[in-house]
T-cell receptor
Framework: SQQGEEDPQALSIQEGENATMNCSYKTSINNLQWYRQNSGRGLVHLILIRSNEREKHSGRLRVTLDTSKKSSSLLITASRAADTASYFCATAALGSNYKLTFGKGTLLTVNP | SQTIHQWPATLVQPVGSPLSLECTVEGTSNPNLYWYRQAAGRGLQLLFYSVGIGQISSEVPQNLSASRPQDRQFILSSKKLLLSDSGFYLC?????????????FGPGTRLTVT
């Protein structure tokens, strides 16, 4: 079963705007990761946040984690047309033995 | 640097035919290996994972099987394909020495069963 659920399912914005995607999960986790997938391609790892961290930055990406609410958000600032892709959260449950559980993803469209 | 290869890139097979998809990893040793399937517009479903040669864990009962004949080779097979086996198949690896679980994906194989 799916552990992570992204919200919204689809998001359309203009270039230069910020994009925020949310992820909710159900069980205790070791870490939460965000991946990007361009249409018809493999997934690319973006950022990992551990269960004892609350916020993490990488370039234009900002990830937050609230373990009490079992939720995470991914913020992409100053979006570009090249950011158009599907974004997935993935959780590593405690004791998961290297397995990740992926959500269904958010399709982000950045219009030039 | 590490690279992961999958082939073929696309495949059209009739129902009842066999299947063999191959995945190889370069530039790392002793990786964990994973097979996922992605239905159109959906998330990833973990099918199999392997922590070593000959060690395969199946996540979902199905018409598929996996094998790991060499350290950096992972094969997904079926004896008789079903229509429901259509999808986008992704192979991934993660480093066993680092317990961060970050996974690195191949380019995928688009399988259409007709």
């Amino acid at each position: 079963s799916q552990q992570g659920e992204e919200d919204p399912q689809a998001l359309s914005i203009q270039e230069g705007e910020n994009a925020t995607m949310n992820c909710s999960y159900k069980t205790s986790i070791n870490n939460l990761q965000w991946y990007r997938q361009n249409s018809g391609r493999g997934l690319v790892h973006l950022i990992l946040i551990r269960s004892n961290e609350r916020e993490k930055h990488s370039g234009r990406l900002r990830v937050t984690l609230d373990t009490s609410k079992k939720s995470s958000s991914l913020l992409i600032t100053a979006s570009r047309a090249a950011d158009t892709a599907s974004y997935f959260c993935a959780t590593a449950a405690l004791g998961s033995n290297y397995k990740l559980t992926f959500g269904k993803g958010t399709l982000l469209t950045v219009n030039p | 640097s590490q690279t992961i290869h999958q082939w073929p890139a696309t495949l059209v097979q009739p129902v009842g035919s066999p299947l063999s998809l191959e995945c190889t990893v370069e530039g790392t040793s002793n990786p964990n290996l994973y097979w996922y399937r992605q239905a159109a517009g959906r998330g990833l479903q973990l099918l199999f994972y392997s922590v070593g040669i000959g060690q395969i864990s199946s996540e979902v009962p199905q018409n598929l099987s996996a094998s790991r004949p060499q350290d950096r080779q992972f094969i997904l097979s079926s004896k008789k394909l079903l229509l429901s086996d259509s999808g986008f198949y992704l192979c991934a690896w993660s480093a066993r020495t680092v317990r961060s679980y970050e996974q690195y994906f191949g380019p995928g194989t688009r399988l259409t069963v007709t």
